[in-house]
């Protein structure tokens, strides 16, 4: 089924959607046979959230857009899950926040950074980082450490959705204030970072965009003060008691 074929009506509609964007992106050559896994796994946890944008995540992704444009040079990394599901918004988030996109993979080959650069730039994209590699994130092996030199590895503040736990801790290493987007509370990767976006990336990302336009003419002291007030043991801690607590709300006919 290809995804204009599927029933609007459907009532795992947003769930089909996103599954055949990644397996779309796998035939593509952007997303890599893992990232289907990831995908289910991020599933489970949404489904357990109630497939909603709880109100943490919402401050979250509001305190993401406060800390993105009080950046000197905020990064925007993009992995093959990230380009498959939500290339467009991505691209629209770097522009509100005037951050740059950088391909960053887990499962590293120069083919598919070209092929994710490509990608986005066919959703309009100008410039897209990552191809030069000429940086490192120090601490991790030479494939998953490779960076841009004047993109992740200058950068102060970095959205990594969907990031692996190691490569979390490392930026963190280096300094830099990160943003991270997972489903799973209880991951390695929003438990290091500064700001954790509990939440869909498919949600979280034009969230995070409109909290930036919103918030485009607000001053340093405004947008300092919004970062300073969030707390991301809260947001974790809400997300881990919408999980335990909620009830099976959605409905799921299949
Ligand atoms: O394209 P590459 O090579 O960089 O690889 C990307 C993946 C995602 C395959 C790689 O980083 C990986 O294997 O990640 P993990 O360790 O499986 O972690 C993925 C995390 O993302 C898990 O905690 C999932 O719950 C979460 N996740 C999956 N889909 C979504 C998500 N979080 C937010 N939105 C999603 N749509």
Redesign the pocket.
């Known amino acids: 089924m290809t995804e204009t074929a599927i029933p609007e009506d459907h009532p795992r509609y947003a769930s089909l959607v ?1 599954r055949h964007r ?1 397996e779309a992106g796998v035939e593509k050559g ?3 046979k ?13 489904y357990l959230l109630g497939e909603r944008t709880l109100p943490s995540a919402d401050a979250a992704a509001r305190a993401a857009a406060a800390a993105l444009l009080a950046a000197d040079h905020p990064v925007v990394s993009v ?5 498959a ?2 290339p467009a918004e991505t691209v629209e988030l770097a522009e509100a926040v005037g951050a740059d996109l950088e391909v ?5 080959t120069d083919e ?1 950074v070209r092929r ?1 650069a490509d990608h986005l730039r066919e959703h309009g994209a100008d410039e897209v980082k990552g191809l030069a590699g000429d940086g490192e994130i120090p601490g991790l092996d030479h494939a998953r450490g490779t960076v841009d030199a004047d993109g992740i590895e200058a950068a102060d503040v970095v959205v990594v ?5 190691d ?1 979390a801790a490392a930026l963190d290493a280096m300094g830099k204030t990160e943003i991270v ?4 509370p ?2 390695r ?2 438990r290091t970072a500064d700001i954790p ?8 990302v034009p969230n995070a965009t409109a909290h930036a336009r919103d918030l485009a003419d607000a001053g340093t002291a405004e947008l300092d003060a919004i970062v300073a007030d969030f707390d991301a043991d809260d947001a974790l801690a809400a997300a881990e008691a919408a999980i335990r607590e909620g009830s099976f709300a959605v409905d799921d006919p299949e």
């Open positions: 996103t990644i952007i997303t890599s893992q990232g289907l896994i990831a995908q289910g796994r991020g599933e489970a946890f949404d992995n093959g899950n990230v380009a599901l939500a960053n993979l887990f499962n590293h598919r994710i959705p969907l990031e692996d736990g490569r987007i997972d489903l799973n209880g991951s990767s929003p976006i509990i939440d869909n990336l498919v949600r979280a």
